[in-house]
Each structure stands twice: as structure tokens, then as C-alpha cells.
């Protein structure tokens, strides 16, 4: 059975860095694309990055481009965000999903979730 566990959450404060991971097992080589999703308490659920297996092609919502980077090791079937220069906006429960649609920005084209890490920033 296909699962994604993310770990990595914590509490921290504004300007810091934390580093999510999120390790894939079970029948998950169909799902092409692995991607960073986040909700804060009354949003709905955020586009954060998404990567591509293949090919490493990666995508990122504007307000975190140049503070998060989303990476791959094929060998660990782990995929990774690394947060730099946190905000207190960037709080949230952050969850990782797996999926092979194309449009990497929209939750429906991802069929596997996990179940989600709390990250909070002070400010």
C-alpha cells in the first residue's frame, strides 16, 4: 500500500529555517510528481512546490520563491522542503502528496496524501 509520512515540523521564529521531509513507500512509481501543499487555520488547502521525478523540474508559489527549496533523492524515495527565512504567514500544517496530473498548482491532480506536519512561526 502506497504511503507518504512527512516529517520535520516544528515551531520557530521569524527568519529561521526548518527542513521537511517526506519519505514514499509502497506502489508509488505511477505518481510522477511530488508536491508540498499547505492550510492554515480558516484557509484553504496551498500550492507550496512541486517536483518532478524524471526530471527534476520544479515549481513554487511566488511568496516562497527564493526562500524554499523543494529536492529529491530517487534513493531514499524522499522528497524534501527546505524553508529559509521563515515568516510568521508561512504557518500552517504542511502536507506532502503524490500524484501524475498535469497541472502540479491544483490539489486534484495528487492522489496521495500524508498526513501532515505543523509548522509555526513566531514573529
Known amino acids: 500500500q502506497a504511503q507518504l509520512v512527512e516529517s520535520g515540523g516544528g515551531s520557530v521564529q521569524a527568519g529561521g529555517s526548518l527542513r521537511l521531509s517526506c519519505a514514499a513507500s509502497g506502489r508509488t512509481f505511477s505518481r510522477n510528481t511530488m508536491g508540498w501543499f499547505r492550510q492554515a487555520p480558516g484557509k484553504e488547502r496551498e500550492f507550496v512546490a512541486a517536483?518532478?521525478?524524471?526530471?527534476?523540474?520544479?515549481y513554487y508559489l511566488g511568496s516562497v520563491k527564493g526562500r524554499f527549496t523543494i529536492s529529491r533523492d530517487n534513493a531514499k524515495n524522499t522528497v524534501y522542503l527546505q524553508m529559509n527565512s521563515l515568516k510568521p504567514e508561512d504557518t500552517a500544517v504542511y502536507y506532502c502528496?503524490?500524484?501524475?496530473?498535469?497541472?502540479?498548482?491544483?490539489?486534484?491532480?495528487?492522489?496521495?496524501w500524508g498526513q501532515g506536519t505543523q509548522v509555526t512561526v513566531s514573529s
Open positions: 502528496a503524490g500524484g501524475s496530473g498535469l497541472l502540479v498548482y491544483r490539489a486534484p491532480s495528487y492522489d496521495l
Open positions: 517536483i518532478v521525478w524524471s526530471s527534476g523540474s520544479t
